[in-house]
T-cell receptor, first 117, second 116 residues
Framework: AQKITQTQPGMFVQEKEAVTLDCTYD???????LFWYKQPSSGEMIFLIY??????QNATEGRYSLNFQKARKSANLVISASQLGDSAMYFC??????????????FGSGTRLLVRP | NAGVTQTPKFQVLKTGQSMTLQCAQD?????MSWYRQDPGMGLRLIHY???????DQGEVPNGYNVSRSTTEDFPLRLLSAAPSQTSVYFC???????????????FGEGSWLTVV
């Protein structure tokens, strides 16, 4: 069964420094997708970045990049030049891809990031 | 852009009461789903729908009903609320059409439900 593990319940980072949030996954499906979402204190879920299992290059979106190591089954989120507004809960998620209509998104338990000024 | 709209944002229920969480999207997305978020457990899928008239169960469907009479709306019903259903509920939608279509999932802002 698919599973997402985030082992860091909470992290601190100094403003303007880079930070890596860990995510490991488990799936037997050769075709899958990995997502990162940000949830600020206001509660909404904000899509950050996506990586497909067949994508040759690591995904990047502005200050966000995904360090995808397929053999290790890890999909770590790297935030460069942290800002105070980055303080939030971050979720890693994976989608089942064997049948599009069953598209279920499995979430990890999240990592709370606090950016220090 | 409205996106995904959930109502109400906050609700307190007594055990045994029923209520409906509303979800509407204006992006013509075929796929809609409901998640609940509990501390330390991430989000868990309750029910989902791949189009009008089609619904299916997710990981934690017990105690919840859904229907999809239109593409736009996907209400979640609690028939007899229990304290275990105290949670934050998120509605989400996306396009369908293939493995690489609809990778962006749009979430509503969440509904905080307390059952006392």
């Amino acid at each position: 069964a698919q599973k997402i593990t985030q082992t860091q319940p909470g992290m601190f980072v100094q403003e303007k420094e880079a930070v890596t949030l860990d995510c490991t996954y488990d799936t037997s499906d050769p075709s899958y997708g990995l997502f990162w979402y940000k949830q600020p204190s206001s509660g909404e879920m904000i899509f950050l970045i996506y990586q497909g299992s067949y994508d040759q290059q690591n995904a990047t979106e502005g200050r966000y990049s995904l360090n995808f190591q397929k053999a290790r089954k890890s999909a770590n989120l790297v935030i460069s030049a942290s800002q105070l507004g980055d303080s939030a809960m971050y979720f890693c998620a994976m989608r089942e891809a064997w049948m599009d209509s069953s598209y279920k998104l499995i979430f990890g338990s999240g990592t709370r990031l606090l950016v220090r000024p | 852009n409205a996106g995904v709209t959930q109502t109400p944002k906050f609700q307190v229920l007594k055990t045994g009461q029923s209520m409906t969480l509303q979800c509407a999207q204006d992006m013509n997305h075929e796929y809609m789903s409901w998640y609940r978020q509990d501390p330390g457990m991430g989000l868990r899928l309750i029910h989902y729908s791949v189009g009008a008239g089609i619904t299916d169960q997710g990981e934690v469907p017990n105690g919840y009903n859904v229907s999809r009479s239109t593409t736009e709306d996907f209400p979640l019903r609690l028939l007899s609320a229990a304290p275990s259903q105290t949670s934050v509920y998120f509605c989400a939608s996306r396009q369908t059409g293939g493995r690489y279509v609809g990778n962006t999932i749009y979430f509503g802002e969440g509904s905080w439900l307390t059952v006392v």
